[in-house]
């Protein structure tokens, strides 16, 4: 990325869901579904968000756009006038951020009404955004549905009429239809079938180039956004515990919990060793975290600091790019090849 603009500054973003009991509904503890996260995400890259199931990737995504409560820490968005919190909007500003951030689901059918034609689902978003001429709506998805690959006249008919794969171009039709910025893909390719998600990720990519989009690409799979992503971050337990571009993720993995995911991942090339880290157990609960460092109990490297000390996420430069990772015995290796984190400097 030559041009580093922030677009959007996270900084020690926490969302905590609280568990009620009983008739009373006391609080008697909290999902920990963002535990802490800082983020930047630079104007025009795609940055995938990857984890597995239940690790909080869906809730930062709704963090951003205000989906659910945020319990703390900020959300800057660059404005045309400058950076604001997001969480700090007035309603009318919020309407005017969520014109500009849009989110496309992994279930499009949450976005399209079946009662509705496509016009019909389409043209809502418009009509809330000022284009009061039905002439003008009609040309307007006219034109979204050409830009997604799917004829004009398809907006006469209704969502059951098609396929997983055209349903979700109509998904991305709609978010596309108020001129966004930036677009959170959450697991938007992860229903399809293989060739057909690699239909629909060609055409993110067209049209990311297109109209100078911004991608949060939030998926469980890493294979999707191998060649997709400039940056990643994998996140575990509300946490990121790695974060840099694809490139060095894949050729120089520092965290176990990033190569325990890579290894799940075939290989095209069987000339190609790998050596396979199977992950063992389940996500633990965010509502009741291991101590010390979150993955400690999957580990293969854990040792006893990392039972009782929680690492923090740190920058590097490796290889001549920022490489952020939270490890005690990568920090360690780190440090015995006289790799220090930058902020030591
Ligand atoms: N609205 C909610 N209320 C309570 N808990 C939630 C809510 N949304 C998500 N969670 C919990 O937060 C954790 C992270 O979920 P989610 O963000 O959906 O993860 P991912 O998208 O990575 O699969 C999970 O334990 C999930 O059960
Ligand atoms: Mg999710």
Redesign the pocket.
């Known amino acids: 990325m030559e041009n580093k603009e922030i677009l959007l500054k996270v900084r020690n973003a926490k969302t905590y869901?609280p568990?009620k009991k009983g008739v009373l509904k006391k609080t008697v503890g909290y999902?920990k579904?963002?535990d802490d996260i800082n983020l930047d995400v630079y104007r025009g890259e795609t940055l995938g968000l990857v984890?597995?199931?239940?690790?909080?990737?869906?809730?930062?995504?709704?963090s951003i756009l205000q989906l659910?409560p945020v319990t703390d820490g900020s959300m800057e968005y660059k404005f045309e006038d400058g950076y604001k919190d997001l969480r700090k909007l007035s309603r009318a500003e919020l309407d005017n951020a969520r014109k500009k951030i849009q989110i496309v689901f992994q279930d499009p059918n949450s976005s399209l009404n079946p009662a509705f034609t496509i016009f019909g689902s389409l043209e809502d978003p418009l009509i809330k955004f000022g284009i009061k001429d039905k002439k003008e709506r009609i040309e307007k998805i006219g034109k979204l549905l050409e830009d997604v690959n799917l004829p004009r006249d398809y907006m006469t008919r209704y969502p059951n009429e098609f396929s997983g794969g055209q349903r979700q171009r109509i998904g991305i039709a709609r978010a596309l239809s108020v001129d966004p910025e930036l677009i959170i893909c959450?697991?938007a390719v992860s229903a399809l079938d293989v060739s057909i998600q690699a239909q629909v990720l060609k055409l993110l990519n067209k049209l990311k180039e297109e109209r100078q989009l911004t991608y949060i690409f939030?998926t469980?799979d890493l294979s999707v956004v191998e060649f997709l992503a400039d940056r990643i971050a994998v996140?575990y337990l509300?946490r990121i515990v790695e974060l840099t571009t694809s490139e060095e993720l894949f050729s120089n993995t520092l965290h176990p919990y990033t190569k325990a995911l890579l290894s799940a991942i075939p290989i095209a090339d069987p000339t190609k060793k790998k050596k396979r880290i199977p992950l063992q157990g389940d996500v633990p609960?965010?509502?009741n975290p291991p101590s010390g460092c979150t993955f400690h109990p999957r580990c293969p490297d854990c040792a006893e600091q990392c039972k009782t000390e929680r690492p923090i996420l740190e920058e590097y430069i490796i290889n001549g790019v920022s490489h952020f990772v939270s490890c005690h015995k990568v920090k360690a290796e780190l440090a015995a090849k006289g790799i220090k984190p930058e902020a030591s400097k």
Do not use: Q, Y
Request: aromatic share 4%.
């Open positions: 869901f568990i999902v579904a963002v984890g597995e199931s239940g690790c909080g990737k869906s809730s930062l995504g709704k659910v959450d697991e939030i469980h996140m509300g609960s965010p509502a």
